[in-house]
C-alpha cells in the first residue's frame, strides 16, 4: 500500500509499535501472534491486525508475525535509514537536553547543527557539535541543506526564525516552542510538542483515582 493512503491514527502508531517490535527483537523473540502483540501493546487484537495490514503481508495464520520483518517494513514506512539533516535552533537548557539525549539517526535524522542568538553560548559544543551563531543560518542551510529544524526557541521568537527556515528549505519542525506554526505554514511537517500537556492529562488521571479510591 502507498504510504500516503495510511491515515493519520495509523501513523500516530507506526513509532509505539516500532520500539516494541525491537524490543522484542533485542530479547531475541523471532516472531509474535497478535493476541501476544495486543497484550503486550495494551491494544485490542483486531486493531493490531488491522492497523498491520495496511503495509504488508507479514501476519500468517497460525504463524503470527515475523518480528524482524515486520520491524523492518515498519522501519522502511518511518523512513528511519533515511537520516534527514537536521538542525536545532536554541541551544539553551531544552535544546542542549535534546542534542545531547535524543539519538536523532535511530529515528531517521542526523543532527547537522545547533544555533543561538546569544554569543556567550555560541562556540560552546554540545553533542560534540558546535554552537554556531543564527547569523551564519543561511549561509549553513545553502551548504548542509537541512530539512527538519527542531525548535527549541521562546515564543516570540518564533515566527521570524520559522519564516527563515522554510524560505532556506525546511519541510519539518520539532516545535517545543508554544507557538503554533501550522497556521502559516500549513505546507510544511509540524510535530508540536508539549511536555505540560503531557504532565497535566497525568493530573487528571492522578486526580481521578485519588477521587474514586
Ligand atoms: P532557555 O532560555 O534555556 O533557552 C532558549 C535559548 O534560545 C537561549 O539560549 C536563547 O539565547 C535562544 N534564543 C532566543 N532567541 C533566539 C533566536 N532568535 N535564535 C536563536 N536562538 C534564540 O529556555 P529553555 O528552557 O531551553 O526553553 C526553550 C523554549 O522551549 C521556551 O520557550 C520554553 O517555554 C519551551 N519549552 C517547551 C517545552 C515543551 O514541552 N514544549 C518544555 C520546556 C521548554
Not at 8 to 35: D, H, T
Request: hydrophobic share 40%; aromatic share 8%; charged share 25%.
Amino acid at each position: 500500500m502507498p504510504k500516503n493512503s495510511i491515515s493519520e491514527s495509523v501513523i500516530k502508531r507506526l513509532p509505539r509499535y516500532y520500539r516494541f517490535l525491537g524490543e522484542l527483537m533485542n530479547s531475541g523473540v523471532e516472531r509474535i501472534s497478535s493476541g501476544q502483540l495486543s497484550e503486550l501493546m495494551k491494544l485490542t487484537a483486531s486493531q493490531i491486525r488491522q492497523d498491520l495490514n495496511c503495509f504488508g503481508g507479514f501476519g500468517q495464520q497460525g504463524y503470527g508475525y515475523n518480528v524482524a520483518g515486520l520491524r523492518e517494513e515498519i522501519g522502511r514506512i518511518l523512513g528511519v535509514d533515511r537520516q534527514l539533516p537536521t538542525i536545532i535552533i536554541g541551544a539553551g537548557n531544552l535544546g542542549k537536553a535534546i542534542a545531547a539525549h535524543i539519538n536523532f539517526e535511530t529515528r531517521g535524522c542526523v543532527l547537522k547543527g545547533i544555533f543561538d542568538i546569544d554569543p556567550k553560548i555560541t562556540g560552546e559544543t554540545v553533542a560534540d557539535i558546535a554552537v554556531r551563531h543564527i547569523d551564519e543560518l543561511e549561509k549553513f542551510c545553502r551548504d548542509k541543506k537541512p530539512v527538519v529544524a527542531v525548535l527549541c526557541i521562546p515564543k516570540a521568537a518564533t515566527q521570524e526564525i520559522a519564516d527563515r527556515l522554510v524560505d532556506l528549505g525546511i519541510r519539518a519542525f520539532w516545535n517545543f516552542s508554544h507557538y503554533d506554526l501550522s497556521a502559516k505554514h500549513s505546507s510544511v511537517a509540524v510535530e508540536n510538542v508539549h511536555l505540560g500537556d503531557s504532565l497535566l492529562t497525568l493530573t487528571y488521571r492522578a486526580n481521578q483515582m485519588t477521587d474514586n479510591g
